[in-house]
């Protein structure tokens, strides 16, 4: 076997039980980036491969895989053949309400779960977070819409539909703080990803700090019901988890001890599959997970919520790359958009932000797919679908599609001043990173990011774009929903 057929059985397994790559790297040979290495041609010990596979057989169900022939590589060696041995086939992980899982693709079609899903592109993700500086410029962006924003009691309520690691929503947290520093907070993030939702929760111990008057939410309800923390399906809501937490003490310290204690009870119930009809991350079972002071626990009661289903009148939502940018019209605007504006209330405002391409990460993805364009839907075209679907209940809300030069903003890949010129060379490092953040944004299925790294011409490609502009950029696109004012 050798690296890229132990690629695929790792795929497969963690396809599905459900894991991150990340996350079975970590619990099977405590490396986080392990298929990350394996896949730019790194190698491993036999001792490694042991361990992987005794890993996947234990936790699987029991079940043989026919004996084959593998071959590990050593870093310090030629590679070595190791003997026959039977594998486990994985166990499914549980079905959640929104449908059973399946193990593999339906019939001979192609298979949902390879789609490029944030998800489970953990590598892709944190390296891009890292190296742009895209979250920073969505935060300042997001934070422009608070000056239009004029919050009735009993709080400011916020709406964040796709969390990610919380620096987007820590950045207008302390936005919100600067303007409205005497106002009691509700803020509501909806996350699936378990490793999203502990990094989101890092950051948290500060904000508490800084305004005690916050109440933080946080759901994997979909984004038909987490405005509502409340589900439809009556057998979800008998599943549902409701934790609420009371932060003591008067310290960040503190708080930052009590929201990681938070870590065991995240591990067992934040568990999420995938959807065998739409290739989309589900939850297991619905959780709702409350956090507020102790201290100010008489003052926030009017806002902390209940089981059992809440108001959703917020006044701002945030929906930072909330769809897959080649996902249908119909899917964006009536599972996405439309739900989060009926969840407006009086004068709120619901700012959407998307990829928008036409920029040099989007030219290296063509200089590798010629007349590749994952960027189908414009601002225009989303916000006419939703007038459609919402119909009547639209006619209190305004559509601010607004010019290119209020809606476009660009951020860019960090690098040195002196990294990327036409007279010297770029390193590996800047170039990897650059190629990373393209076919991230571009969310280009992991097989066919596979295909093209094989002959290596993608770096020269990526070199050939950076050299060309000196720099790496990319461009998002900005529109605006709100609701008139009583």
Same mark, same amino acid.
């Given at each position: ?31 986080? /980036? ?26 699987? *169900? ?12 050593? =870093? ?31 019939? %001979? ?14 590598? /892709?993700?944190?390296?891009?977070? *890292? +190296? ?7 935060? %300042?962006?997001? #934070?422009?819409?608070?000056? *239009? ?7 400011? !309520?916020?709406? &964040? ?43 948290? $111990?500060?904000?508490?700090? =800084? ?48 929201? +990681? ?5 995240? &591990?067992? *119930?934040?568990?999420?599959?995938? #959807?065998?009809?739409?290739? @989309?991350?589900?939850? =297991? ?46 899917? /964006?605007? /009536? ?19 998307? !990829?928008?391409? @036409? ?13 590749? @364009? ?25 559509? @601010? ?13 960090? +690098?040195?001043?002196?990294?990327? +010129?036409?007279? !010297?060379?770029?390193?590996? !490092? ?20 596979? =295909?093209?790294?094989?002959?290596? $011409?993608?770096?020269?490609?990526? $070199? ?23």
């Amino acid at each position: 076997m050798n690296a890229q057929e132990l690629l695929q059985e790792i795929s497969d397994y963690c396809r599905t039980t459900g894991l991150a790559e990340s996350t079975f790297g970590r619990r099977a040979v405590n490396d986080g /980036k392990l298929a990350s290495r394996l896949r730019h041609g790194g190698r491993i010990t036999t001792e490694t491969l042991d361990r992987i596979r005794a890993f996947m057989t234990s936790n699987g *169900n029991g079940v043989a895989r026919p004996a084959v022939i593998s071959r590990a590589y050593d =870093e310090r060696s030629s590679p070595v053949a190791v003997a026959p041995r039977p594998v486990s086939a994985p166990a499914l992980a549980p079905a959640s309400s929104a449908g059973p899982l399946s193990g593999g693709p339906p019939g %001979n079609g192609p298979d949902p779960q390879r789609n490029f899903r944030f998800f489970d592109n953990r590598q /892709k993700y944190l390296l891009f977070v *890292n +190296t742009c500086s895209e979250k920073w410029v969505v935060g %300042n962006r997001v #934070s422009l819409e608070l000056h *239009n924003v004029h919050p009735r009691p009993p709080a400011l !309520s916020i709406f &964040d539909a796709g969390v990610g690691d919380g620096t987007v929503l820590g950045r207008v947290m302390r936005s919100m703080h600067d303007r409205f520093p005497h106002t009691p907070f509700y803020v509501v993030g909806k996350e699936i990803s378990l490793e999203d939702v502990r990094l989101t929760m890092q950051k948290m $111990s500060d904000r508490f700090m =800084e305004h005690p008057a916050t109440v933080l939410v946080l759901t994997n309800l979909a984004y038909a019901d987490a405005p509502w923390l409340a589900v439809k399906s009556l057998s979800a809501a008998s599943s549902m988890v409701w934790h609420e937490v009371a932060l003591t003490g008067d310290t960040s310290h503190s708080f930052e001890e009590q929201i +990681t204690d938070l870590v065991p009870f995240l &591990d067992q *119930n934040w568990k999420a599959g995938v #959807s065998p009809k739409t290739g @989309n991350p589900v939850y =297991e079972r619905p959780v709702v997970l409350v956090v507020y002071r102790e201290d100010h626990k008489f003052l926030l009661d009017p806002i902390i919520p209940r089981p059992g289903g809440t108001r959703a009148y917020y006044d701002l939502v945030i929906a930072s790359q909330p769809y897959r940018a080649r996902a249908s019209l119909d899917f /964006k605007a /009536k599972r996405v958009i439309a739900p989060l504006a009926r969840a407006l209330g009086p004068g709120g405002r619901l700012i959407a932000i998307h !990829s928008h391409g @036409n920029d040099p990460g989007h030219e290296i993805v063509q200089k590798v797919w010629p007349g590749e @364009n994952p960027f189908i839907h414009d601002r225009h075209q989303i916000m006419k679908a939703v007038k459609h679907e919402l119909g009547t209940a639209g006619r209190d809300l305004n559509f @601010n599609a607004y010019a290119d030069n209020r809606s476009l903003f660009r951020y860019d890949m960090h +690098t040195l001043p002196s990294e990327i +010129t036409q007279e !010297s060379s770029i390193g590996t !490092s800047t170039l990897f990173a650059a190629w990373n953040a393209a076919i991230y944004v571009a969310q280009v299925e992991d097989h066919r990011v596979a =295909e093209a790294a094989a002959d290596g $011409s993608y770096l020269a490609a990526t $070199s050939e774009v950076l050299q060309k502009h000196g720099a790496l950029w990319f461009f998002d696109e900005s529109y605006v929903i709100s609701r008139r004012r009583e």
